[in-house]
T-cell receptor, first 109, second 115 residues
Framework: ELKVEQNPLFLSMQEGKNYTIYCNYS?????LYWYRQDPGKSLESLFV???NGAVKQEGRLMASLDTKARLSTLHITAAVHDLSATYFC?????????WGAGTKLIIKP | NAGVTQTPKFQVLKTGQSMTLQCAQD?????MYWYRQDPGMGLRLIYY???????DKGEVPNGYNVSRLNKREFSLRLESAAPSQTSVYFC??????????????FGEGSWLTVV
C-alpha cells in the first residue's frame, strides 16, 4: 500500500525565517505534486516534479524530489504572512494521486 | 474558462435522504475524480473515471455511486445519507492524454452536512 507522510503536520513560524516541509512516500514513483489550500478554499497546484533531482521554484517556495530517498521537500525562504496555508504533497500512482495529510503553516508577523 | 464547476456549494441533508453532486469540466480532460476531505486530513479518493464510459472505486467508495455522463460531466450520488458522510467533497479533473505528470485541477468544493 502506497503511503505518503508529511512532517511536520503543523508549523508556526515567524516572518523572515526559513523552513522545510518534508514528504516521504513508500513506492518508487517519480512523480510528485505540491498543492496549497487556504481555509475554506479549494486546492491550488504549486509544483509538479516529474523526475529524480527535479527542482522547481516559485517566489519564496522551492520544491525538490529525490526518488532514491523517496523524499520531496518544500522549502520556504524568508517566510511572509501570505504563505500561511495548508500544504499537501501527493504521489502519482497511475490514475490516482495518493495524498499526504497536509502541513498547516502559520506565519506570524 | 470555468475549469471545474461543481454544485451545490452547500447542502444540508437529513439522515436517509439522497442527493447528487454535479461536476463538469471544460478542459477536455479524460480523467475525473471525486474526493472527500475531512477536518485535519488529506484527500481521500471516493471514485474516479479514467475516461468516458469507465468508473472505478477509490479508497472510500462505500455509500456512494457515480456516473460519468459524458466526457465533461461526472456526478456523485449519495443514496442514503449518513452522518459519517458529512464532509467537503471535491471534484477534480486531469488530462489530456495519459494522466501521469498532468496536474489535477479542482472544483471549489461542496460542503455537505448530514444531520
Amino acid at each position: 500500500e502506497l503511503k505518503v507522510e508529511q512532517n511536520p503536520l503543523f508549523l508556526s513560524m515567524q516572518e523572515g525565517k526559513n523552513y522545510t516541509i518534508y514528504c516521504n512516500y513508500s513506492t518508487t514513483s517519480d512523480r510528485l505534486y505540491w498543492y496549497r489550500q487556504d481555509p475554506g478554499k479549494s486546492l491550488e497546484s504549486l509544483f509538479v516534479l516529474l523526475s529524480n533531482g527535479a527542482v522547481k521554484q516559485e517566489g519564496r517556495l522551492m520544491a525538490s524530489l529525490d526518488t532514491k530517498a523517496r523524499l520531496s521537500t518544500l522549502h520556504i525562504t524568508a517566510a511572509v504572512h501570505d504563505l500561511s496555508a495548508t500544504y499537501f504533497c501527493a504521489v502519482d500512482e497511475y490514475y490516482q494521486l495518493i495524498w499526504g495529510a497536509g502541513t498547516k503553516l502559520i506565519i506570524k508577523p | 474558462n470555468a475549469g471545474v464547476t461543481q454544485t451545490p456549494k452547500f447542502q444540508v441533508l437529513k439522515t436517509g435522504q439522497s442527493m447528487t453532486l454535479q461536476c463538469a469540466q471544460d478542459m477536455n480532460h479524460n480523467s475525473m475524480y471525486w474526493y472527500r476531505q475531512d477536518p485535519g486530513m488529506g484527500l481521500r479518493l471516493i471514485y474516479y473515471s479514467a475516461s468516458e464510459g469507465t468508473t472505478d472505486k477509490g479508497e472510500v467508495p462505500n455509500g456512494y455511486n457515480v456516473s460519468r455522463l459524458n466526457k465533461r460531466e461526472f456526478s456523485l450520488r449519495l443514496e442514503s445519507a449518513a452522518p459519517s458522510q458529512t464532509s467537503v467533497y471535491f471534484c477534480a479533473s486531469r488530462g489530456p492524454g495519459l494522466p501521469s505528470g498532468n496536474t489535477i485541477y479542482f472544483g471549489e468544493g461542496s460542503w455537505l452536512t448530514v444531520v
